[in-house]
């Protein structure tokens, strides 16, 4: 199984993104994903996490309101719609995804190690 995150790109503070994070070698509907960014000099931290089905969506308190985490299984595809930009967001972005059938909390760095696929970053850059 394999994760693709797509998307990242330099915009202006203020702007739209929007991330997708593909699966591949099994159907997506196996699995929670989440999304972690890991900025400059700064430890990898969590973003956003949505449960199997999609009925389930955390968000980390910094970007509650701003970013939504949305899944189409039929697609294999998972999306991180990222707006109201502001430079802090600059950082690489990952999605990563969870087999378990119990559904975990990621805040703070919990539950890690239950996230076994880890895709390669998506580098998102925001500029004044």
């Known amino acids: 199984v394999q994760l693709q995150a797509s998307g990242g790109g330099l915009v202006q503070a203020g702007d739209s993104l929007r991330l997708s994070c593909a699966v591949s070698g099994r159907a997506s509907s196996f699995y929670a994903v989440a999304w972690f960014r890991q900025a400059p000099g700064k430890e990898r931290e969590f973003v956003a996490s949505?449960?199997?089905?999609?009925?389930?969506?955390y968000y980390t308190d910094s970007v509650e309101g701003r970013f939504t985490i949305s899944r189409d299984n039929a697609k294999n595809t998972m999306w991180l719609q990222m707006n109201s930009l502001k430079l802090e967001d600059t950082a690489v972005y990952y999605c990563?995804?969870?087999?378990?059938?119990?559904?975990?909390?990621?805040?703070?760095?919990?539950?890690?190690?239950?996230?076994?696929?880890w895709g390669r970053g998506t580098l998102v850059t925001v500029s004044s």
């Open positions: 949505i449960s199997r089905s999609g009925a389930h969506a």
């Open positions: 990563a995804a969870d087999p378990s059938e119990k559904e975990h909390s990621y805040y703070r760095g919990n539950n890690v190690r239950y996230l076994e696929i």
